[in-house]
């Protein structure tokens, strides 16, 4: 997602920057409860694929969507919800080792790409994140004052921070994936 793209989708909401961000921020948390509500355990990866996905429609229905925007996002995230039920569920010991690795190696991609960034990106993004539900709002208030910016700016900057963030995961997972196809043990009848 682009920083254009992500203006845009600002200004679909409202002209005014600050309202705009406001709702955006509501958006997103009410995307990551539904995925949560549904027992979702990637309910703010699934929020901000949603997300993705209504920025990648955006220049369709721009002008012609009508209505309350979050019943849209509503609807791209029922579908998402339904693919999601749609895949595969493996339960076994053998998926559970995989998941493990899996899951290790995204910690160390996470730590990786968050050691790319400036000590105060961050601090920020770190500190951004920190709190949920009700005490969000006013950390994240507290936080824009004490970076000198608006809340709006703060978030814009925090999305920045984020998309740069999975960018960088994104890659490293991919660079560990093909990695490991690089070093599996060939077979004997893999020389045939």
């Not at 849209?72 to 010991?93: D, K, M, N, W």
């Not at 740069?164 to 893999?190: F, G, M």
């Amino acid at each position: 997602m682009t920083q254009e793209a992500f203006d845009r989708l600002l200004a679909w909401f409202h002209p005014d920057r600050n309202m705009a961000g406001e709702k955006y921020e509501v958006i997103r948390r009410g995307l990551t409860q539904f995925f949560e509500r549904r027992g979702c355990l990637e309910s703010a990866d699934l929020a901000d694929e949603t997300i993705d996905r209504v920025i990648k429609k955006l220049p369709e229905i721009y002008d012609q969507y009508t209505g309350e925007q979050a019943k849209y996002f509503y609807g791209v995230a029922h579908r998402i919800y339904q693919e999601c039920l749609r895949r595969p569920q493996i339960t076994s010991s053998a998926t559970e080792s995989e998941d493990s690795i899996i899951q290790e190696r995204k910690d160390r991609c996470r730590q990786q790409c968050l050691d790319k960034l400036s000590a105060e990106d961050r601090r920020l993004i770190t500190d951004y994140y920190l709190k949920v539900k009700r005490e969000k709002v006013e950390h994240r208030r507290k936080l824009a004052i004490q970076y000198g910016l608006t809340s709006n700016a703060l978030t814009v900057r925090a999305f920045r921070i984020r998309s740069a963030l999975n960018r960088c995961l994104e890659e490293c997972l991919e660079l560990l994936s093909n990695s490991d196809v690089i070093n599996q043990p060939r077979r004997a009848y893999d020389n045939e």
